[in-house]
C-alpha cells in the first residue's frame, strides 16, 4: 500500500472504526468524515472526523526523505447537561489515545506515530453543551 498523507488518514479512520470507541454511557461514534464537514451535514452526536494538516519534510540523509505527517482527529458531542458533554468528549480521547498506541505504524504506513497535543473547546447551542476534543496524531515514515 502506497503510503501518503490520504492513505494514513483512511487507514486511522479503519483503525477507528474497528476500535469502536465509546463514551461512559456505551455510545459509539455515529460517524467518521474525512475531513470537517459542515455541522448542517452532521449526523446525530457523537461524530467525529480525520483531516490531515500538513508537516515537515526533511530532506534526504542517504537515499530518503524523512516525512513528518500530522492528522486531526476531532470528537463532538453535545448534551443538555453540561457535565455529561465534558465526560463524553473525555472517554472518547481516552479510547481513542488507546486504539492509536494499539497500532503505532498506522497499518505499517508509517514508522512510528504518537499522540503530540490535545485540545478541547466548548460551545452552548441554545440549552445544550457542545463539546468538542482534537487530537493531533504526529506520523514518521520515509519516502
Do not use: C
Not at 477507528?16 to 456505551?26: C, H, I, K, R, S
Not at 458533554?85 to 481513542?96: G, N, P, Q, R, T
Not at 497499518?107 to 487530537?135: C, P, W
Amino acid at each position: 500500500m502506497l503510503a501518503n498523507p490520504k492513505a494514513i488518514r483512511d487507514q486511522i479512520i479503519t483503525i477507528l472504526t474497528t476500535a469502536d470507541p465509546l463514551n461512559e454511557a456505551g455510545v459509539s461514534i455515529k460517524k467518521w468524515f474525512k475531513g470537517q464537514p459542515p455541522l448542517s451535514r452532521a449526523p446525530a452526536f457523537p461524530w467525529g472526523w480525520v483531516e490531515w494538516s500538513g508537516g515537515v519534510m526533511q530532506p534526504p540523509v542517504g537515499s530518503k526523505a524523512e516525512v513528518n505527517d500530522n492528522f486531526f482527529i476531532v470528537i463532538v458531542d453535545k448534551h443538555i447537561n453540561p457535565e455529561k458533554a465534558e465526560d463524553s468528549v473525555m472517554e472518547f480521547v481516552d479510547s481513542i489515545e488507546a486504539a492509536l498506541d494499539d497500532s503505532p505504524t498506522i497499518g505499517d504506513l508509517v514508522a512510528r506515530s504518537f499522540v503530540g497535543n490535545r485540545e478541547k473547546e466548548k460551545q452552548f447551542q441554545s440549552d445544550y453543551s457542545m463539546v468538542a476534543a482534537r487530537i493531533t496524531l504526529n506520523t514518521f515514515r520515509r519516502e
